[in-house]
């Protein structure tokens, strides 16, 4: 069992930008695909951007491309979320996901169905 708990969010202006952290209990956090996901009031739970277990290969929604980078520290057992240049259509609860699959290693998903553990999500609040 793995147990995720985001922090970072919170209320930023337009063209600002925060950190998100997700830190993950066990030992075995390379072994996890990780992805963050956001979901606006009203709207679906969408993937933001996936990085795979050895941290060599990443995802990112067309939506945050060159704004967004996706990281992770295996020796402490976190995933990042740098966001940069925020606009007010990023504002959302960010969570973070954790999925242990075969490919997990040197891939991830990109589909929420495929991860199997969930931080409790964090608010991120952009101001325009």
């Known amino acids: 069992q793995v147990q995720l708990v985001e922090f970072g969010g919170g209320l930023v202006q337009a063209g600002g930008s925060l950190r998100l952290s997700c830190a993950a209990s066990g030992r075995t956090f390379s072994a996890y695909g990780m992805g963050w996901f956001r979901q606006a009031p009203g709207k679906e739970r969408d993937i933001v951007a996936a990085i795979s277990g050895t941290g060599l290969n990443t995802y990112y929604a067309d939506s945050v491309k060159g704004r967004f980078t996706i990281s992770r520290d295996n020796a402490k057992n976190t995933v990042y979320l740098q966001m940069n240049s925020l606009k007010p259509e990023d504002t959302a609860v960010y969570y973070c996901?954790?999925?242990?699959?075969?490919?997990?290693?040197?891939?991830?998903?990109?589909?929420?169905?495929?991860?199997?553990?969930w931080g409790q999500g964090t608010q991120v609040t952009v101001s325009s």
């Open positions: 996901a954790g999925d242990r699959a075969y490919y997990s290693r040197t891939s991830y998903a990109t589909d929420q169905s495929e991860y199997d553990y």
